[in-house]
């Protein structure tokens, strides 16, 4: 199957009558076989193209991701994953988060070809960073869906607005203004992200 798309700043959504695309090992052949291109599926099956990050924001979330990386290296309890990382949802959603933590004892139950793969597992911490191009109204709506999903963390960080949204499971979002760093809990306890850098930007 041959799509062609415009390049835009929104996100693209192909509705498709067939389900050719739903099924999970399909779904990740169509990925690999568009490597540049970031690619989700929502939990109805709608296939979603999300424009390039930019620049600063690439900058921006490779900050967070080793951060990330550093602090669950020397706790040991955990992996880190990057934005190129997919995770199969409960829900049937595959989606792409700009940073996870899984614990390792929950990714020791896969199969090394699940690993290989998108992997069928709802992550335990969650970050979010938003870029100039993403709605904030739908990035809402993935970080409840994140928890909605079994994720115990989630944090949507905003640096055009200097917030950070926290989110946990049957809780109200708590959102942080202005703040120098953000402390991890839960999941990622002793965690503790540094926002100096991502504020400033390039």
């Known amino acids: 199957m041959q799509i062609v798309l415009q390049v835009s700043e929104e996100p693209t ?3 498709k009558e067939s389900d ?3 099924d999970n090992d399909r779904f990740f052949e169509f990925c690999a076989q568009n490597p540049d291109m970031r690619i989700e599926r929502s939990a109805e099956g709608e296939v979603i193209f999300m424009p390039p990050p ?5 900058y921006q979330n490779n900050e967070i991701s080793f951060e990330l990386s550093l602090w669950a290296r020397r ?7 990057d934005s190129s990382g997919h995770f199969i ?4 959603a595959v989606r792409s988060p700009d940073a996870v933590w899984i614990r390792k004892a929950r990714l020791e139950k896969l199969t090394r070809e699940q690993k290989r793969r ?20 739908t990035l809402k709506a993935k970080m409840e ?9 989630a944090w949507l960080i905003d640096p055009s607005h200097r917030t950070v949204t926290v989110y946990r499971p049957g809780c109200e979002p708590e959102k942080l203004s202005n703040a120098d760093f953000v402390i991890g809990e839960g999941p990622v306890e002793g965690f503790r992200l540094g926002l100096k850098e991502i504020w400033a930007g390039l």
């Open 145 to 153: 869906e994140w928890i909605g999903n079994g994720a115990e963390l």
């Open 75 to 81: 706790d040991g309890r955990g992996v880190v994953f």
């Open 20 to 22: 050719a695309l739903l």
């Open 118 to 137: 998108h992997i069928p597992i709802c992550p335990d911490f969650v970050i979010e960073l938003r870029s100039p191009s993403d709605r904030l109204k």
């Open 54 to 58: 930019g620049g600063e924001s690439s």
């Open 13 to 15: 959504t192909l509705r």
């Open 89 to 92: 949802l409960p829900n049937g």
